[in-house]
Nanobody, 127 residues
Framework: QVALAESGGGLVRAGDSLRLSCVAS????????MGWFRQAPGKERAFVAT????????YYADSVKGRFTISRDNAGNTMYLQMNSLKPEDTAIYYCARSSQISAVWTMTGVSDYDTWGQGTQVTVSS
């Protein structure tokens, strides 16, 4: 059984940067497609970025493309989300997620495609 734990959130100003981390315990992540999602108040959980098993392929939501970078360290069982040029509309709870599907592909953006979730970390961007 794998467990995910996010960290790195906080309160920042528009234009600032944050780096989120997602640490896995219980099993290796190297065989899993991973992703970051976020949920703003009153809105549904939404795709932010995904990364292939070995980190070579990455996929981003249009709203974060060019500002956010997803990466992973399989040896350390950790995934990251570097967030630059943050905007107030980036305010949300950010979740990391893992897909256990053998057939999973790095372009999967649906919440239902992922079956293991962290508890979330709050990111608040003030204007």
């Amino acid at each position: 059984q794998v467990a995910l734990a996010e960290s790195g959130g906080g309160l920042v100003r528009a234009g600032d940067s944050l780096r989120l981390s997602c640490v896995a315990s219980g099993r290796t992540l190297s065989d899993s497609v991973m992703g970051w999602f976020r949920q703003a108040p009153g809105k549904e959980r939404a795709f932010v970025a995904t990364i292939s098993r070995h980190g070579a392929a990455k996929y981003y939501a249009d709203s974060v493309k060019g500002r956010f970078t997803i990466s992973r360290d399989n040896a350390g069982n950790t995934m990251y989300l570097q967030m630059n040029s943050l905007k107030p509309e980036d305010t949300a709870i950010y979740y990391c997620a893992r897909s256990s599907q053998i057939s999973a592909v790095w372009t999967m953006t649906g919440v239902s495609d992922y079956d293991t979730w962290g508890q979330g970390t709050q990111v608040t961007v003030s204007s």
